[in-house]
């Protein structure tokens, strides 16, 4: 059986000042979720959003959120099990690849 993997997107209601022509954190996470719940349908995974000047989540999350300020990282940033694997404008090829590591099957 292949390991439900988690995917987290860190980003911020206010678009990344480098990534003005490019959909809010909050849209790109609800796109990337209705295009990988099509890619790999019947296969779960979880997916979840963390606004990095709320940080008021895990240690690890937090510290993650403080990283991503202090680095000026172009957000969103999409990271699966702890790999970052997109900032700013996530190519949807690469985090396909990632899932299919993991064993995920596309349809």
Do not use: H
């Amino acid at each position: 059986m292949k390991k439900e993997i988690e995917v987290s997107i860190y980003g911020a209601e206010q678009i990344c000042a480098s990534c003005v022509n490019l959909p809010s954190s909050k849209d790109t996470y609800e796109w990337l979720q209705a295009a990988l719940s099509r890619k790999f349908p019947e296969q779960t995974f979880q997916i979840k959003y963390y606004d990095i000047f709320q940080a008021n989540y895990t240690e690890d999350k937090n510290k993650f959120c403080q990283k991503i300020i202090e680095e000026d990282l172009f957000y969103p940033v999409v990271v699966i099990e702890g790999e970052i694997v997109g900032e700013g404008n996530p190519k949807l090829k690469k985090i396909y690849a990632e899932f299919e590591k993991y064993g995920y099957t596309s349809a």
